[in-house]
């Protein structure tokens, strides 16, 4: 499993936010960050090194990139649900929080968290087997800690 740094994090998301509607170029990638090229090319490179997207003639997100990208949102909807429908934070603070906190929490703990709004708030999130890093069925989120 790579942990990826909040750069790296940042760059994923983007690159799967610009594929929504555009094709993934450095040009895309650039206006949709408000970063430089040269900065996004070097981004692509090292997402490229980690066998996360393919950057070749045609950028494209690899089956490891889109399951990682599914459990970044994963957590970030797990972290929103919690602060707004338990701690009754502000839609706002919650986005920005979650931005935050998400890369520090582990797999292990976002799978209790979502349990625990599974079961007290009758939430049904995302089924943890399609959205972890870690190997289909994940142990960590089968309830052995890291």
Do not use: W
Not at 52 to 77: H, M, Q
Not at 82 to 107: G, P, Q, Y
């Amino acid at each position: 499993m790579i942990e990826l740094t909040p750069s790296q994090t940042e760059y994923l998301i983007a690159i799967f936010e610009v594929s929504k509607n555009n094709e993934i170029t450095i040009t895309n990638i650039s206006k949709h960050l408000n970063y430089s090229k040269p900065s996004v090319v070097r981004a692509l490179k090292t997402l490229d090194n980690l066998k996360l997207i393919n950057y070749a003639n045609k950028i494209t997100i690899t089956e490891t990139g889109k399951t990682y990208i599914n459990n970044i949102l994963r957590k970030d909807s797990i972290l929103q649900i919690f602060f707004t429908d338990v701690l009754k934070i502000d839609k706002k603070i919650a986005i920005r929080d979650s931005e935050n906190i998400k890369n520090s929490v582990s797999c292990y703990t976002i799978t209790k968290l979502e349990q625990y709004l599974k079961k007290t708030l009758n939430i049904e999130t995302i089924d943890i087997d399609n959205y972890c890093i870690n190997n289909n069925p994940c142990i960590n989120c089968k309830g052995k800690q890291e």
